[in-house]
């Protein structure tokens, strides 16, 4: 007899028995799964570890930078006037800079032409970039370059021309009244960045009467007139160097920039000065204090991690993510060693308390800025006992203690990256022994289906045979 349900022939809820006994069968699924639980929570925790020491890191690197202890400032009495930077290689100092010229560029203008008018003549235009002094243009090995004029060009034409040259000069034409004036400027400043104009005509015949057509775009001067002068466009600023005096010292420079005339120091000029600014370079203890935050903040987090990954509460009874871990307690007990240790021997300082870095109950550093300024009084005495490297790692200095630690802990073959390994591990094959049981539940479900299928089907059988019976029986006793 077939049984399309199971329990219909017998009665039974085999359903629920099946689920009952896969349930508990289950029971050691629901333990791995745990378990597999808590290991994930580790792996989060050495993973922040882990991220943590590598600030450690870095903040202990950033201590053993040069550039740290070497860093300087610069500020000046007249900001207006001067403003500038100071590098590493400058020395602390203070001096006065009094700003006596700026430089500047040369500039031409020409006369005046209608709008929109042609000059009437051609030729060309050779200019060179070179130095003026008084009358005598030095064009030295500047190249001349030409620009060419045609009889139909207007001043707007011909400062195009002119601007695509590449003349070291630019052009532009401005209009006023319904006339137009040529400006021509030079492109840098500085004595040696003045320019000579000479005009030619289209039988490249020089033209030195800059009265009429292309000459009247000349910047020349003609020593061999009957009264030698300049002649064509007019100037209306020379180019110059800028002139500044530092403590009396007379500097020059081509632009407005004073770079290691005072070795390390720049000078950026900004208008001319009737009394002397006074510069200050010195050693930036800002950044220096910015530092030694970050290193602290630094220490603090990863030591705070470690003890709340550690600790215990009796009042929930319940313990962090890696109470009892043997790796994380080490970590803590070595974190906890070095930033309580001495200093190395070339400081006269010699624990972090020193310098204003004070040790508190809970094992973090707070900031004593009274300490941390007094320190500063002497920063090489400081570097050294964070920098100083003797070979041996006991006697180095504190940053580099540290920063050693970090980097070994998260060394391929370090504690935290193989505590990783050894959880990511177990995380597999716990993962697998999960597979392995859920396969072995599945196969423990079919059996029992089965078991019970057939049970149901005999009982069945047995029922409809006893119904049978009675029936036989009843009839029996009706004939009888």
Known sequence: MAISSPGVGSGLDVKSIVTQLVNLEKQPIVQLQNKGSTLQTKLSAYASIKSSLATLDDASTAMMDTTTWNARTFSSSNSTAITGSAT??????????????????????????????????????????????????????????????????????????????????????????????????????????????????????????????????????????????????????????????????????????????????????????????????????????????????????????LADDLKYDPGSKKGGPLQGDSTAIGLQNMLRDLAASTGPSGSTLGRLSDLGLEMQRDGTLSTNSTKLDAALQNPSNMQTFFTYSSGTASMDGIARRLRDFARGANAIDGNVTGRNTALQAAITRNTKDIDNMNARVLRTEARLYAQYSRLDANIGSINSLGNFVTQQIAQWNKTG
């Open 88 to 305: 590493s290689t400058a020395l602390a100092s203070s001096f006065s800079v009094q700003v006596n010229a700026l430089a500047q560029v040369q500039s031409l203008k020409s006369g005046a032409v209608t709008s929109g008018a042609a000059l009437g003549s051609g030729g060309r235009l050779d200019i060179q970039v070179g130095q003026w002094s008084d009358t005598t243009f030095n064009g030295g090995s500047n190249s001349v370059l030409s620009v060419s004029v045609a009889s139909t060009d207007t001043l707007t034409d011909i400062a195009g021309k002119i601007n695509n040259a590449g003349a070291g000069v630019s052009a532009v034409v401005v209009t006023s009244g319904g006339q137009d004036r040529l400006l021509i400027r030079g492109n840098s400043t500085g004595d040696a960045s003045g320019f000579q104009i000479k005009t030619y005509d289209p039988s490249s015949v020089e033209i030195t009467d800059g009265t009429t057509g292309v000459g009247q775009l000349a910047y020349a001067y003609n020593a061999a007139s009957a009264v030698p002068a300049f002649y064509g466009m007019t100037q209306t600023q020379a180019a110059q160097n800028s002139s500044v005096s530092i403590d009396g010292i007379a500097v020059s420079s081509a632009t407005n920039t004073v770079s290691d005339a005072v070795p390390g120091v720049t000078l950026n000029l900004q208008t001319t000065t009737t009394t002397a600014a006074q510069i200050t370079v010195g050693l930036d203890k800002e950044l220096i204090k910015t530092k030694i935050e970050a290193f602290r903040t630094a220490y603090n987090s990863i030591r705070s991690q």
